[in-house]
């Protein structure tokens, strides 16, 4: 036995070794994370039985009835959340909720905690959560927590005065003193957001009196006491705005782990107060999810708001990097219920990737659920779309992808690299917005699918003129034009406004993410062959040695094309701002050659810089 038993312990002591459990807001920085109701994730199967009897034959969230996920459930699935790129999966409260039937139907998506202390038993046992943590732990992925602690449900508005029903349904906390006196919230007073109530009289959801002794040290024991068994990695806080701030630093602090928090709203300055005034490490990115709605949710939608609240949630922030950035979630309408183009969803996720933050993707948007205006719709199982491997699914995964590769690859402009950057605007017009993080250049559009022979110019990329780039989407080369500009075409039968997002061709291939990828999905054959030059080549006649290293740039360019071209890569050249170069038959000679020229031109470059 002891034999047989040594070879998995081992293989646990390593995992232990490798991963980080109770990880602090520096080690989230980067991470990717995907959101997921456990009831609705994956169906129980013969290694996750179901806790529930007897369960719906389909999944209909109009019934808000529980569908059957279970912790054991999610880790059938994982290997559909990894192979998206994903590395943090944010799963709903674990906590026991009421179990009776209410004016809302039953607590299937677990918001409705009576006790964070007892797990749900709807969703598994200790050891199943515990199974769950170390499956994510030993793939190196990090397992975030939603935890409720605001309020309680109650059946009747008087459940504070007769904590009867409190008691029989098991509520941790019973005594009048341990709520906040009933009042509804009236949103236009701070005060009351964070101590009336929730909820309404068919549902009260009643505010648990965070000022209470006892309730403090019985929620900060527990939270730090969760965290270590269950080796948990981060919480995201449900109904953050309506504690108290301050309850919020200890119990953060007490947690040990990065802290997430729900402030609803658009209000920015509102939701920056809590990385200002230290109640938590961040907030979800509601302020930028309403911009990325304005700029990207309606073709020629509002850009002008989309760039405004970009803009100050960059200057709001002390560490914007830490935003969870998202464009749908249980609360709020499914993208493509709202939003039909198909183009406007891609463009919309490119934002939400590449801009300051992690990212955070609600279960199904990869399978552009649309059915979902509001809850209960936009709740959903996610079976019924058999985890396909959707366009979708692998745009969001060729968007992870570009952000591991920059970030393990440590790729930096200017000396600082992707997640030390913050993120820059560097041009906008009404339809379209550009702007940098680090090595990255994102070109986005509200354009939709339609295509327009309309170009949409980016005056200074920071590249230098006459460089390489390439758009990382579709893994096309662009040479940049005059003073820095990159120019990007709308033209493509059938793709009109599709986003890029560029990279220097040095740091392309160092990142090696086209490197035999070839053109991918939303780039038409034909705008290869409809690539057309729109202004010229300007090479000031005074400088002499720029002109030479231009002429040798171009001669080592079409000797890499040459071998690109040699070895069966798809490289085409879209050169908008300068005459366009054909590829080239400069060097037609032997490999070795050609090495060697291209050898010389990267010394040349590296020199350049
Ligand atoms: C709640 O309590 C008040 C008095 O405190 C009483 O008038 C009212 O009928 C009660 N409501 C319910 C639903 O029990
Ligand atoms: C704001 O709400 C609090 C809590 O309900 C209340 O005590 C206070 O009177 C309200 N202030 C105003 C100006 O209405
Ligand atoms: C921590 O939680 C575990 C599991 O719920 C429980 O058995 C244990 O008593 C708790 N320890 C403390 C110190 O609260
Ligand atoms: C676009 O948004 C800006 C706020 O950034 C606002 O001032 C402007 O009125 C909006 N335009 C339209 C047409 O809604
Ligand atoms: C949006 O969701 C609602 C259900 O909430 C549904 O009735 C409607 O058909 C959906 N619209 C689209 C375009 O999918
Ligand atoms: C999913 O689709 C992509 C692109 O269509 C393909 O490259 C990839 O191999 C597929 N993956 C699986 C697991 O089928
Ligand atoms: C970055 O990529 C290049 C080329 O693939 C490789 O040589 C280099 O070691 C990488 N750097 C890091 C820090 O991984
Ligand atoms: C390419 O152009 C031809 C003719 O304009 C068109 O029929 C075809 O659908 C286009 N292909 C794509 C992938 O857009």
Known sequence: MRSLTSIPLLLSLLGAVETVHAATADQWKGKSIYQLLTDRFAPPSDTAPARTSPLPSTCDPALQTWCGGTWLSIIDKLDYIQGMG??????????????????????????????????????????????????????????????????????????TESSKTLVTDGSRWTDPSEFHPQCWIDYSNATSIEYCWLGDDKLPLMDVNTENPTVVS??????????????????????????????????????????????????????????????????LGYPLYYGIVNGFGTPRGNMSAFVDIASQTLASFPNPGLLGNFIENHDLPRWRNVTADAQLAYNAMVAQFMFDGLPVVYFGQEQDFSDGAADPYNRAALWPSQYANSTTYNHIKKLNDIRHAVISNGTSFQGKNFLDSQTKIVASTKTDVAFRKGPLLAVLTNRGSPSESQAFGVPTSGWSSQ???????????????????????????????????????????????????????????????????????????????????????SLGLGAMFAIGTSIGMDISISTPFIASKSKSNWISGSVPLRLFVTLFLVILLVFQH
């Open 467 to 553: 460089s390489s780039v390439i758009d990382l989407l579709s893994c096309k080369q662009y040479t940049v034009g005059s003073g820095g500009a990159i120019s990007v075409s709308y033209a493509a039968p059938g793709y009109g406004g599709m986003p890029y997002v560029f990279v220097s061709q040095m740091d392309a291939q160092a990142l090696k993410l086209c490197g035999n990828v070839g053109v991918a999905t939303y780039v038409s054959a034909n705008s290869t062959t409809s690539a057309k030059s729109s202004a010229s080549m300007e090479i000031s006649s005074s400088a002499t040695l720029p002109l030479v290293l231009a002429g040798l740039i």
């Open 218 to 283: 019985t929620l900060n024991s527990w939270i730090g006491n969760l965290t270590t068994t269950y080796g948990i990695d981060g919480l995201r806080v449900d109904a953050a705005k309506h504690v108290p701030g301050p309850f919020w630093t200890d119990f953060c602090k007490a947690s040990g782990v990065f802290c997430i928090g729900e402030v609803y709203g658009s209000d920015i300055a509102n939701a920056a107060s809590y990385q200002t005034q230290g109640y938590m490490d961040s907030v």
């Open 86 to 159: 994903f590395d943090a999966v944010w799963i709903s409260p674990v906590s026991q909720n009421i179990d009776v039937y209410t004016p809302y139907n039953y607590a299937y998506h677990g918001y409705w905690v009576n006790d964070p202390l007892t797990l749900n038993p709807r969703f598994g046992t200790s050891d199943d959560l515990k199974a769950l943590s170390a499956a994510l732990h030993s793939r190196g992925m990090y397992l975030m927590v939603d935890v409720v602690v605001n309020n309680v449900p109650g059946l009747t508005v008087n459940d």
